[in-house]
T-cell receptor, first 117, second 112 residues
Framework: GAVVSQHPSWVICKSGTSVKIECRSLDFQATTMFWYRQFPKQSLMLMATSNEGSKATYEQGVEKDKFLINHASLTLSTLTVTSAHPEDSSFYIC?????????????FGAGTRLSVL | SQQGEEDPQALSIQEGENATMNCSYK?????LQWYRQNSGRGLVHLIL?????REKHSGRLRVTLDTSKKSSSLLITASRAADTASYFC????????????FGKGITLSVRP
């Protein structure tokens, strides 16, 4: 159980375009979803926390208008990278948990590798 | 910062040997978790140990927690080539609104 699906797994886009990444909890209701960014051989950097039906909470230094997060249902959250630039190229990972606390066990998607040309 | 720091950064062992990975952190925690990440993939939760627990087992995994030293260790016994991955410890803070903070990870290579 506790399967999280993330789509797409890999995307290449032109600079200036927008890219949407989906994160779905397949067999449980995810009260909270998290979006991370990971650079090669680095740790995960939390970008934002989203709760179903409410606005996402962004971490310091993360541009809200650049990284749009929508958590419209208990099984789906989306991250849209708007007007992507080469420096946005990275590995983006979502996770989901049952609880409302950021301390709970998180179940991760497989990640999305974004390459902006 | 609450961020846990794993040690060593990289570990290479022979199949069948035990692998020990350490994590140190700076402030009080409620729980400490260990995750595993295969190359280019998401993370998989391995084990959670609470601050009032000292040791926990799950299959070939053994996790210890020493809150006085603010450290934890993950032991993988009888390692297999399939254990090759990066391992992260994640700590929360004692505050109500604290979130998980991941360390930089340990790259484990198990040679067949």
């Amino acid at each position: 159980g506790a399967v999280v699906s993330q789509h797409p797994s890999w995307v290449i886009c032109k600079s200036g375009t927008s890219v949407k990444i989906e994160c779905r909890s397949l067999d449980f209701q995810a009260t909270t979803m998290f979006w991370y960014r990971q650079f090669p051989k680095q740790s995960l950097m939390l970008m934002a926390t989203s709760n179903e039906g409410s606005k996402a909470t962004y971490e310091q230094g993360v541009e809200k208008d650049k990284f749009l997060i929508n958590h419209a249902s208990l099984t789906l959250s989306t991250l849209t990278v708007t007007s992507a630039h080469p420096e946005d190229s990275s590995f983006y990972i979502c996770s989901a948990s049952w609880g409302t606390s950021g301390k709970d066990i998180q179940y991760f998607g497989a990640g999305t590798r974004l390459s902006v040309l | 910062s609450q961020q846990g720091e794993e040690d060593p950064q990289a570990l290479s062992i022979q199949e069948g040997e035990n692998a020990t990975m350490n994590c140190s952190y700076k402030t009080s925690i409620n729980n400490l978790q260990w995750y595993r990440q295969n190359s280019g993939r998401g993370l998989v939760h391995l084990i959670l140990i609470r601050s009032n627990e000292r040791e926990k087992h799950s299959g070939r995994l053994r996790v210890t927690l020493d809150t006085s030293k603010k450290s934890s260790s993950l032991l993988i016994t009888a390692s297999r080539a399939a254990d090759t991955a990066s391992y992260f410890c994640a700590t929360d803070g004692s505050g109500a609104n604290s979130k998980l903070t991941f360390g930089k990870g340990i790259t484990l290579s198990v040679r067949p």
